[in-house]
C-alpha cells in the first residue's frame, strides 16, 4: 500500500528495499519506470492531471526529499526514509556494474551526458554504457529507436519534471528497456556540470536552500515548496 501525499502515492521503502526493488524489477519481463517526486512535482500533480497519472502509473515512486517526509509526517502517515532520486541511481549503478549490465543516458543539454557517461564508467568499473543523447529532441521516434538498438537494460530519464514522467509512461514500453527511471537535472551532477549540496546542508534538510543560494532563478520554483506544506496542513484538517 502505498502512502498517499496530495494525490501522490509514495512507496513506504528505505533505500536498501528500493534498490532491492529497482533490481528485481530490472530482471522482470516488460518495461517498468521508477518516479522521484519532490514537493515541486507533488505541487505540479496537483494541477495537473496527466503528470499525476503519469507518476502514479509508475512501478516505484520514492521520496525525493525531506519535504515530502515532513509532509508524510504531519499527515500522520510517515514514510521510512528519503530516498532522494540521484542516491538511488549511484544504488543502482554500482549493483549494475556487478552484473555488468548496461546504461542508456537521456537528457541535459548536450554534450552533458557524454560526459557523465565517461565519468561513470571510471567509477563503477564492469557498468556499460550502452548510448547517450542529450534531452533538447524535437521528434521522439529516432530517440526511441536509439535506445531500443542500444539494447539498454536501464535508461536514465532526465528532462525535468513532469516532462520525463509524462515520456517514460509513454515510450517507456517501446524503448525495449526494462527500467526507465526519471532523474531530473542528475546528469549536470554526474558530468560535474553541478554541484550537488555538500553533506553538511542536506543532513539538516537544507539542500534546497543550497541549491538557492547557488543559483537564485530557482525561487520561483521553490516557491512552490510553502505552497506544498500549506496544502498538506489543509489536508490534514480536512482529514
Ligand atoms: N532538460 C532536458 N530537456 C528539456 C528540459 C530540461 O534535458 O527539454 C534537462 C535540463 O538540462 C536539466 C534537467 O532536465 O539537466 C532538469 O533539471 P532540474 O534541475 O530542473 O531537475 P531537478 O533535479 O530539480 O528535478
Known sequence: MR??????GFDNLTMEEALDRGMELLHSPGAHYVATPNPEIVEICRENLAARQAVNGASLVLADGIGIIKGAR???????ARAPGIEFAAGLM?????????LYLLGAKPGVAEAAGEKLT????????????DGYFQEDGPVIEAIRESEADCVFVCLGAPKQELWMARHGEATGAHLLCGLGGSLDVFAGVVERAPKFWSDRG????????KDPRRAGRMMKLPLFLVHVWREKGRR
Open 3 to 8: 502512502v498517499d501525499v496530495l494525490g501522490v
Open 94 to 102: 554500482a549493483r549494475m556494474a556487478e552484473k555488468g549490465l548496461s
Open 206 to 213: 537544507l539542500e534546497w536552500f543550497y541549491r538557492l543560494c
Open 122 to 133: 571510471a567509477k563503477y568499473p564492469g557498468l556499460r554504457i550502452a548510448g547517450t543523447r
Open 74 to 80: 504531519i499527515l500522520g502517515t510517515p514514510l521510512k
